[in-house]
């Protein structure tokens, strides 16, 4: 399982428009490159990454006038992949030297340049995200570098892998322990606000739970969070913190912030939840939760109890699976790695509230005065932690770094924003943002960014709001920021017609752990039967048979997590097929 950094969560800029150009990867597979000459490529600060990705992005709109950034996905010397054009969107980072090689390769750039050696972790990161093409994209089964289909020195030092084969997967690359266990924020995974928070002081904890998603191990921290949030209605996140199948620890509600993971548990035990299903927990998996455990234990000053999801006093579930209980009976044993926590000890998520992105509460906090003026990169860290408490001591609020509706008035007074109610005056987006967003997605004629609202940008920001599954009522509020972001991020990209073809299959088939190769048969059906069980307690049998129950028990999903308003009438046609279609362009199905 490879995690892939969506887009929203590195702050990318719409495109200009979404090619509709051939792309047929099954014909070829991927072409490795890397940034270029020089040296010292800034990565030693993982942040840096995030902003050397929008740098790239930045190049190659700006300079170059591309569509959007060319590559498909980009990988860090720390391992990680970043979203760029995504699995569905052909490359223009390949060259036309060569025919098709861009209509039929990948193109995955290792983010180092030609005087910098590659890392294991990045090496580790490519070959993951080629596994992911192959078994998700439709990729071939090629590898090349970018040297072997145009005149360039491109991919330097990368090259000896694509040769030897270590970047094919099931290859040998060198896995040593991490050094530290790193946790991935909340905004770097582009958590959607949480709708209230209850805070937990550490002495209330006494036990530390282990639970698994039961889900496939593609399944992201942000589509687990829809789950939660949509159709079980809860606040947020159920989960306190979250580990990938490669060990990647994902802060959810945090250290002092009450979960939703155990009724009668949720103050008293800390909720990790493993991303994967019975069986299929790794090494680095367990090394990591147990790394959650013993930070667990230096916050609290204390011994917690390890305890299971199936454990806990009046909790009958199988939950963690058979494997994982039998971890957790037998002491968690494992590695000691130490947690390098950048979630400010617990903050809940701080900035994460559904008033105001992070990026416009440090607009607010400089427009304030504040000195020195913070970074607005949308990134939530200490400074702007203290920049948001100054604001809220400055206005007259309780100062605790939770942008709120109380903070929200406050800072309207203080400044003499009443919010005048028109169109496109949001906290969330500038009108100049709104404004590139919507030609970003293909508007025509494309507006003018001039940041003025008026009728015509009125009009786009609501057929952008159709587009994306929202009401379309002309104010780019949370609903709207989330959803444009998913769209963009983790959603499908998929046309809204009612047509069950190929490519709804294979997005459904992605969403539930099935093969994705766009023919619908039982296979896929009892994925799908396995996928409501789970996520919407249908009690289904696990038959293959897409019979009414089967149908009845989807529309009730879609219902539930899209607001599709659909008769829960067991039949299968275009209107159901529809709701489906804007689930999986929302990431929410």
Known sequence: MVYIVPRSAWNARAPRKLTDEPWTPWNGGVIVHHKGPGSGYPYQDHKGCYEQVRVIQLDHIERRVWDDIAYNYLVCIHGWVFEGRGGKIR?????IETTGANQNWFAVMGMIEDGD????EMLRGIRDIITHVRQYEKAGPGIRGHMD???TECPGRLYRYVEDGSLEPGGSVPSPPPAQIDIVPRVQWGARPARAVSRVEPSARTGFTVHYSAGPPTQTPRQIQNYHMDSNGWDDIGYNFLVDRGGRVYEGRGWNIQGAHATGHNTTHIGVCFIGRDGE??????RAVRALYLHANKLTGKTLAKTWHGGLSGQATPCPGSSLRAWVQGGMVGDDVPVADGTDGGSGGGGMTSVRSVAAQQRAVNGMGYAPPLEMDGIWGPKTDAGVRWLQQKVGVTADGLWGPDTEA??????????????GMTSVQSVAAQQRAVNGMGYAPPLEMDGIWGPKTD????WLQQKVGVSADGLWGPDTEAAYHAYLGEGALLAVDGVFGPATVAATQRAIGAAADGQWGPASVRALQQHLNNWSSAGLTVDGDMGPATVTALQRHLNKMVSAALSTDGQWGPATVRALQKALNLGKL
């Open 459 to 462: 009009a786009g920001v609501r």
């Open 410 to 423: 406050a800072y309207r007074t203080a400044t003499g924003d009443g919010g005048s109610g028109g169109g």
């Open 281 to 286: 927990a790794t090494p680095d998996a367990l």
């Open 91 to 95: 490359s223009a980072a390949n060259d």
């Open 149 to 151: 289909v145009a005149t």
């Open 117 to 120: 050696q590659p890392s294991p």
